[in-house]
């Protein structure tokens, strides 16, 4: 069973400051992902990566930036966190290829900006 | 538009009903998968199921891709089934990497 682990799973952040939002996962897959859940838009893909080194912008990256250090690490890092940013992030890592990518997902970070 | 759309947004059974839960899509790729998700958690994948039907336990998920459409149908339901179920897909040719989640359905089972 892959095993993803986000951290922290719950943060209160002030406006302006810098946010480091931690996911690491265990299976040894290529691509992983950043997701936000907000009420009223679902789930909403940030960034994705397909293998250490690389980053690709999702479908709302601004205010976000990534890190893919490593097969299994990707952080999520909020420069300057405003309280738009306020929501559920949930990370996931996928084998990739169009045969098949079943996502395997974090338990989420409740981020709280204010 | 939305090119991922679930229907219904949300639905309330009592336990023992059968339930049957729909997602449409704006593109003919064959990656759809659904997924459960707990009140208050994370995401688990059910199915992917890219054409056809499969099976697993009382759950059984049907994508017809000529019609742009996947259902996803619970049989005998149990309060244990309430949380929001979505569907997601690619919607681009991507090596099916960036998947794009409907709205979800959330269901609530009464006892």
């Known amino acids: 069973e892959a095993a993803v682990t986000q951290s922290p799973r719950n943060k209160v952040a002030v406006t302006g400051g810098k946010v480091t939002l931690s996911c690491n996962q265990t299976?040894?897959?290529?691509?992983m992902y950043w997701y936000r859940q907000d009420t009223g838009h679902g789930l909403r893909l940030i960034h994705y990566s397909y293998g250490a080194g690389s980053t690709e912008k999702g479908d709302i990256p601004d205010g976000y930036k990534a890190s893919r250090p490593s097969q299994e690490n990707f952080s999520l890092i909020l420069e300057l966190a405003t309280p738009s940013q306020t929501s559920v992030y949930f990370c996931a890592s996928g084998e990739g290829g169009q045969s098949g990518n079943t996502l395997y997902f974090g338990e989420g970070s409740r981020l709280i900006v204010v | 538009g939305q090119q991922v759309q679930q229907s219904p947004a949300s639905l309330v059974l009592q336990e023992g009903e059968n339930a049957e839960l729909q997602c449409n899509f704006s593109t003919s790729l064959n990656s759809m998968q659904w997924f459960y998700q707990r009140p208050g958690g994370s995401l688990v994948s059910l199915f992917y199921n890219p054409s056809g039907t499969k099976h697993s336990g009382r759950l059984t998920s049907t994508t017809v891709i000529k019609e742009r459409r996947s259902s996803l149908h619970i049989s005998s339901s149990q309060t244990t089934d309430s949380g929001t179920y979505l569907c997601?897909?690619?919607?681009?040719?991507?090596?099916?990497?960036?998947?794009?989640f409907g709205g979800g359905t959330r269901l609530t089972v009464r006892p």
């Open positions: 997601a897909l690619p919607l681009n040719n991507n090596a099916g990497a960036k998947l794009t």
């Open positions: 299976n040894n897959h290529n691509n």
